[in-house]
């Protein structure tokens, strides 16, 4: 990353990153030139998240810090938040987008961990290795090569073909494996995998199904009790997805009849709050089953990835004004800006207020090189790139229109 001039004073941008987030984010950032940065290993007790918020520009959370109103008065200067992790629901998101502050996540770094859980599962569940491991746990020799299978030639049903379901088809193809696969959108097959004709059809027609689909209303109890019936006799199923998806007690069914001989479940409907709750479930009976704790994308490498992709849009949100693939707010992605200075202008979504911006430019006799503009409902957020030599007036009377929330000047 080359390190950028901007009109602040990179020592003076306090980054703070708490939760024990990965060394990886850290020198992304020193890596861009910023000195000030605040670790923890925890989240901070409130009275010292705080004090330490108090003159932070960005913060870096896992799950377990609240983002809440209270939290931003207290954070009078933030102006990004990363969530090192997959999920956003820990961050009150439409209070953060009113103050203008977008919010960042890794959506697809644990996208690998994932595949390679469910790639192991299979193989695992195929040759009946789970039973057998619990068989000889209480002392029993199970030595038979009845039921025991190889993956080659077997057929992968894939249900939601995204960035998990691809990867999980490719891979298997390198072990011989046909694979099918089912989604709502139109998806173009990689490698010699096809598309199944349905949801059903695929059922009918897979050895192993796996659901790697996102949290709906469609996906909701998706293998229900109906769904249960259309699976070839003797299959596998595996769920790494979400736990709405498959009916636990249909599946648990299907294990007592034989209808499934085997599967694998890392997410479940309720699960535990903390590692000190039981994990209460009706698979706890079946040996065939391998029971994870919602730990598919949960891997070192991932950890690492995941603090690298975060402080890279956090870095790039701080040196050149881009949001790409924020989670709360206008989506602008921006070339770099050369020679020229950028205002960034965040304001409440109003009519009228571009004319403004652009009012302040023309009577200060600026010229506009370039200017990208998107909204939500709530708000506006407008980025200009003008001459130097005029930047310094301009800025001070855009901050001025009624409206704005907060304005940035980047050298
Ligand atoms: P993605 O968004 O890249 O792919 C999801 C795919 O499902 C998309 O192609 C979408 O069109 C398709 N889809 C949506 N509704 C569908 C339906 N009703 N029927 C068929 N297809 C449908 O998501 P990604 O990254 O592949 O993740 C998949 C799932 O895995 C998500 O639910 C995610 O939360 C979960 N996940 C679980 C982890 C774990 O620790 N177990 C870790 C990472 C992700």
Same mark, same amino acid.
């Given at each position: 990353?080359?390190?950028?001039?901007?009109?602040?004073?990179?020592?003076?941008?306090?980054?703070?990153?708490?939760?024990?987030?990965?060394?990886?984010?850290?020198?992304?950032?020193?890596?861009?030139?910023?000195?000030?940065?605040?670790?923890?290993?925890?989240?901070?007790?409130?009275?010292?998240?705080?004090?330490?918020?108090?003159?932070?520009?960005?913060?870096?959370?896992?799950?377990?810090?609240?983002?809440?109103?209270?939290?931003?008065?207290?954070?009078?200067?933030?102006?990004?938040?990363?969530?090192?992790?997959?999920?956003?629901?820990?961050?009150?998101?439409?209070?953060?987008?009113?103050?203008?502050?977008?919010?960042?996540?890794?959506?697809?770094?644990?996208?690998?961990?994932?595949?390679?859980?469910?790639?192991?599962?299979?193989?695992?569940?195929?040759?009946?290795?789970?039973?057998?491991?619990?068989?000889?746990?209480?002392?029993?020799?199970?030595?038979?090569?009845?039921?025991?299978?190889?993956?080659?030639?077997?057929?992968?049903?894939?249900?939601?073909?995204?960035?998990?379901?691809? #990867?999980?088809? +490719?891979?298997? !193809?390198?072990?011989?494996?046909? =694979?099918?696969?089912? @989604?709502?959108? $139109?998806? &173009?097959?990689?490698?010699?995998?096809?598309?199944?004709?349905?949801?059903?059809?695929?059922?009918?027609?897979?050895?192993?199904?796996?659901?790697?689909?996102?949290?709906?209303?469609?996906?909701?109890?998706?293998?229900?009790?109906?769904?249960?019936?259309?699976?070839?006799?003797?299959?596998?199923?595996?769920?790494?997805?979400?736990?709405?998806?498959?009916?636990?007690?249909?599946?648990?069914?299907?294990?007592?009849?034989?209808?499934?001989?085997?599967?694998?479940?890392?997410?479940?409907?309720?699960?535990?709050?903390?590692?000190?709750?039981?994990?209460?479930?009706?698979?706890?009976?079946?040996?065939?089953?391998?029971?994870?704790?919602?730990?598919?994308?949960?891997?070192?490498?991932? #950890?690492?990835? +995941?603090?690298? !992709?975060?402080?890279?849009?956090? =870095?790039?949100?701080? @040196?050149?004004? $881009?949001? &790409?693939?924020?989670?709360?707010?206008?989506?602008?992605?921006?070339?770099?800006?050369?020679?020229?200075?950028?205002?960034?202008?965040?304001?409440?979504?109003?009519?009228?207020?571009?004319?403004?911006?652009?009012?302040?430019?023309?009577?200060?006799?600026?010229?506009?090189?370039?200017?990208?503009?998107?909204?939500?409902?709530?708000?506006?957020?407008?980025?200009?790139?003008?001459?130097?030599?005029?930047?310094?007036?301009?800025?001070?009377?855009?901050?001025?229109?009624?409206?704005?929330?907060?304005?940035?000047?980047?050298?």
């Amino acid at each position: 990353m080359t390190i950028q001039a901007t009109s602040f004073d990179k020592s003076k941008i306090k980054v703070v990153l708490l939760e024990g987030i990965h060394p990886s984010a850290e020198k992304v950032f020193q890596n861009a030139g910023y000195s000030n940065i605040v670790t923890a290993t925890k989240s901070l007790p409130q009275d010292e998240l705080y004090s330490t918020l108090a003159d932070a520009r960005f913060l870096g959370i896992r799950s377990r810090t609240q983002v809440t109103p209270e939290l931003l008065q207290h954070a009078p200067k933030l102006a990004g938040i990363g969530c090192f992790c997959i999920g956003t629901n820990q961050v009150d998101l439409k209070a953060t987008e009113v103050k203008g502050i977008p919010v960042f996540n890794a959506p697809f770094a644990n996208t690998r961990s994932v595949a390679e859980l469910v790639l192991g599962e299979m193989i695992l569940l195929l040759r009946g290795i789970p039973g057998k491991n619990a068989a000889a746990h209480r002392g029993e020799w199970m030595k038979s090569a009845v039921n025991s299978f190889e993956t080659r030639g077997k057929i992968l049903g894939i249900v939601g073909y995204g960035h998990i379901g691809t #990867q999980i088809g +490719i891979l298997a !193809e390198n072990l011989g494996m046909r =694979v099918q696969f089912f @989604d709502i959108e $139109s998806k &173009l097959a990689l490698g010699n995998a096809r598309a199944a004709d349905s949801f059903l059809q695929l059922l009918e027609t897979s050895d192993i199904v796996t659901f790697h689909v996102p949290e709906t209303d469609l996906t909701k109890n998706m293998m229900d009790a109906t769904a249960f019936k259309h699976l070839r006799k003797g299959a596998i199923l595996i769920n790494a997805s979400r736990g709405t998806v498959v009916e636990i007690d249909s599946l648990a069914e299907a294990l007592r009849n034989g209808d499934v001989s085997g599967a694998a479940i890392d997410v479940f409907p309720k699960e535990p709050k903390s590692n000190q709750e039981e994990f209460v479930s009706p698979l706890r009976e079946f040996d065939n089953v391998i029971l994870t704790p919602h730990v598919g994308g949960s891997t070192v490498e991932a #950890q690492a990835n +995941i603090g690298i !992709e975060v402080s890279e849009k956090l =870095v790039r949100y701080s @040196d050149n004004g $881009s949001t &790409l693939s924020t989670v709360n707010f206008p989506e602008v992605a921006l070339p770099s800006h050369v020679g020229k200075h950028r205002i960034c202008h965040i304001h409440h979504n109003e009519p009228g207020i571009l004319a403004k911006i652009n009012d302040v430019f023309s009577s200060n006799n600026v010229n506009i090189s370039a200017q990208y503009l998107q909204t939500s409902d709530s708000v506006g957020y407008v980025v200009t790139d003008i001459d130097q030599a005029s930047s310094d007036k301009a800025f001070e009377a855009l901050k001025l229109i009624p409206g704005t929330i907060r304005t940035r000047i980047l050298y």
